[in-house]
């Protein structure tokens, strides 16, 4: 079993950067992929990043989010800059037990999630 912790959400005005951590415990994290989705009212869950073998974004966070890792804590990292309203959403980190070095980008890849983060960009 693995338990995912998030923290770091808030609110911020458009430009402007937010940090999310997932920590993450009872198994080392560094066997496992990592991803952070994210949810907006009234849409389906998307996928936003993730770490395994490779980094793997989507489209539209390219060039301003980063998922760097820190294996020594456990934690993963959502770096967000350059924030636009439309990333206003709940983040969640996931995580599955590393099967290959395809890294997986839809929800039904991961086993584990966090309780989610409220993060809202105002313009």
């Known amino acids: 079993q693995v338990q995912l912790v998030e923290s770091g959400g808030g609110s911020v005005q458009a430009g402007g950067s937010l940090r999310l951590s997932c920590a993450a415990s009872g198994r080392s994290s560094s066997s496992y992929d990592m991803a952070w989705f994210r949810q907006a009212p009234g849409k389906e869950r998307e996928f936003v990043a993730a770490i395994g073998w490779s980094h793997v974004y989507t489209d539209s966070v390219k060039g301003r989010f980063t998922i760097p890792r820190d294996t020594a804590k456990s934690t993963v990292y959502l770096q967000m800059n350059s924030l636009k309203p439309e990333d206003t959403a709940v983040y969640y980190c996931?995580?599955?037990?590393?099967?290959?070095?395809?890294?997986?980008?839809?929800?039904?890849?991961?086993?584990?999630w966090g309780q989610g983060t409220q993060v809202t960009v105002s313009s």
């Open positions: 996931a995580a599955v037990r590393r099967k290959s070095t395809v890294v997986p980008s839809t929800w039904n890849g991961y086993d584990y």
